[in-house]
């Protein structure tokens, strides 16, 4: 089998790397390796690696799990089989330890039997078995929520709305914070709603951020100037500097989606896509032909 590559390594960062850190990493490379800007033939595995790194650092429970376990963390099947259940041995009596996947456990009988499991840090075990091994805890079935789900535009998650929704044949009105993004799960007083994001035909959202492209000319490029780009405010004015060059990103701070839990936000990147005109007039030729032969002359443009 393959060796995995370590997630730091992938995303060029330590152990000791902030959140922010981590996130400004995962940015770089996802921008450098995206398909849609990247046709070189290991650009999409590239991007899925990095992907799948800064889906495990970015979480702060998976982290740790990655931290004290390493890929092992996030393989099916790991654990003690056996007879006796998925712990191995026998609990007949003492105390017992031993390995389930990414999580310790011990077992101590004695004149208070009882049940202690470390969870490396994770506060609902339930939960994590479902993540981890995709299905039934093995310490037993707890009550289930009841889930519902509900479909909204792109701009009510990124803004927060509210909905009158019908819960078990009473109309109540939900309210969903600005930030929810596709899947994201909202926790009500006796049930959760998962929500589902419709696209948007403008803005493409990664995490926190959106990027968005923007179309200019030649000449604009070339000599800079003054634009309007779409934002999830309105419309902002972006100033394009002399010689830009095709696929260059240009960073609007804080003009991304509103952080669920704080007041921060992410941030919009804008994607310059120069457009080459197809359909010239006879004078608009001479005039590039003329530009071409300066250019030469002075022994090209850079």
């Known amino acids: 089998m393959a060796t ?13 790397s902030s959140a922010d850190e981590i996130k400004r990493a995962y940015r770089k490379l996802a921008l450098q390796y ?13 991007f899925k690696e990095v992907t799948k790194a800064y889906e495990v650092l970015s979480d702060p429970q998976k982290k740790q799990a990655y931290d004290q376990f390493g890929h092992q963390a996030f393989e099916q099947g790991g ?27 011990t ?4 004149g208070n039997e009882g049940i202690n499991f470390d969870f490396g840090g994770f506060s609902d075990p339930f939960e994590i078995f479902e993540q981890f091994f995709g299905g039934g805890s093995p310490f037993g079935r707890r009550e289930r929520r009841q889930v519902y789900s509900i ?12 909905k009158t929704v019908d819960v078990g044949g009473k109309r109540q009105t939900i309210k969903i914070p600005a930030g929810v993004d596709n899947g994201s799960r909202i926790r ?25 492209d ?3 000319s030649f000449s604009e490029a070339a000599l800079g100037s003054e634009v309007y780009v779409d934002t999830i405010d309105g419309e902002v004015k972006l100033r394009i500097p002399q010689g830009t060059q095709p696929g260059v990103i240009i960073r609007l701070r804080g003009k991304g989606v ?8 992410g941030d919009e990147y804008v994607r310059i896509k120069v457009v080459v005109p197809k359909n010239l007039t006879g004078r608009q030729k001479e005039l590039l032909k003329e530009l071409d032969l300066l250019g030469k002359a002075k022994k090209g443009w850079f």
């Open 4 to 16: 995995q590559k370590d997630y730091y390594e992938t995303l060029g960062v330590s152990k000791t």
């Open 34 to 46: 995206h398909p849609d800007r990247n046709k070189s033939k290991d650009a999409e595995g590239k």
């Open 79 to 105: 654990g003690f089989g056996g007879a006796q259940g998925p712990f191995g041995s026998g609990f007949a009596g003492g105390q017992q330890a031993g390995r389930y996947g990414p999580f310790t456990y």
């Open 107 to 110: 077992y101590s009988t004695g």
């Open 151 to 162: 479909e909204i535009d792109f701009m009510e998650a990124v803004k927060g709305t509210q």
């Open 188 to 212: 009500f007083n006796d049930y959760d709603i998962v929500v589902r994001v419709h696209s948007h035909n403008m803005f493409n959202r990664e995490g926190y951020d959106i990027i968005v």
């Open 214 to 216: 923007k179309e200019i």
């Open 258 to 265: 509103p952080h669920v839990r704080g007041s921060s936000r």
